[in-house]
């Protein structure tokens, strides 16, 4: 299984652009990659997912180089609600596509 | 919009009791999955369930730990004789299982306390 390695903490400021930078060095060619975010006594939820190059939604964007061993959140303009643990992952194989979580990147927004 | 629901929010139980969480997936989704995290820890896989049996279940998921989808909403997870360190969040997710890595929708957890 692919393993998947991110800064334990990061802090930033209201108003700044966060990137969280995740290296997946084992990644396979038909695995995608998924970030999920969560809040204290939350469940996880899905933010972005993308396969390579770069995705966008309204929350996130997604940066994928061509060699596909690393990806980088970017969160624009982060405002204090966007504290929360941040996950990046690869699938878990097995039939079923289970989530195999990481320790995470706590992000912590101050004003 | 549609969203995955779970009860109790908090349970407490004497060690050596049965427990069941309670879990309504959203309705048209076809996979089902039990997470636990224990307090300061990552979230683990428990269990998958699909076409009303186990498809795949973690080393955590012993014989002490049983799911169950008893009618048409809701999905269960028991656990027969809880332990002090069974004390976790439980989190129930769904998924619709129409493109290989699809999004899974979890629920708010139910905090299980063992005493």
């Known amino acids: 299984l692919a393993k998947t390695t991110q800064p334990i903490s990061m802090d930033s400021y209201e108003g700044q652009e966060v990137n969280i930078t995740c290296s997946h060095n084992?990644?396979?060619?038909?695995?995608?990659i998924t970030w999920y975010q969560q809040f204290p006594s939350q469940g996880p939820r899905f933010i972005i997912q993308?396969?390579?190059t770069k995705v966008t939604n309204e929350v996130a964007s997604l940066f994928i180089p061509a060699d596909r061993k690393s990806s980088t959140l970017s969160l624009p303009r982060v405002s204090l609600s966007d504290t929360a643990v941040y996950y990046c992952?690869?699938?878990?194989?097995?039939?079923?596509?289970?989530?195999?979580f990481g320790t995470g990147t706590l992000l912590a927004v101050q004003p | 919009e549609p969203e995955v629901t779970q009860t109790p929010s908090h349970q407490v139980t004497q060690m050596g009791q049965e427990v069941i969480l309670r879990c309504v997936p959203i309705?048209?989704?076809?996979?089902f999955y039990w997470y636990r995290q224990i307090l300061g820890q990552k979230v683990e896989f428990l269990v998958s369930?699909?076409?009303?049996?186990?498809?795949?279940k973690s080393e955590i998921f012993d014989d002490q730990f049983s799911v169950e989808r008893p009618d048409g909403s809701n999905f269960t997870l028991k656990i027969r004789s809880t332990k002090l360190e069974d004390s976790a969040m439980y989190f129930c997710?769904?998924?619709?299982?129409?493109?290989?890595?699809?999004?899974?929708?979890f629920g708010p957890g139910t905090r299980l306390t063992v005493l």
């Open positions: 309705s048209n989704h076809l996979y």
């Open positions: 997710a769904s998924s619709d299982g129409t493109q290989l890595y699809n999004e899974q929708f």
């Open positions: 084992n990644i396979a060619t038909n695995d995608y």
């Open positions: 369930f699909y076409n009303n049996e186990i498809s795949e």
């Open positions: 992952l690869v699938p878990g194989g097995g039939a079923t596509n289970k989530l195999i």
């Open positions: 993308g396969y390579k």
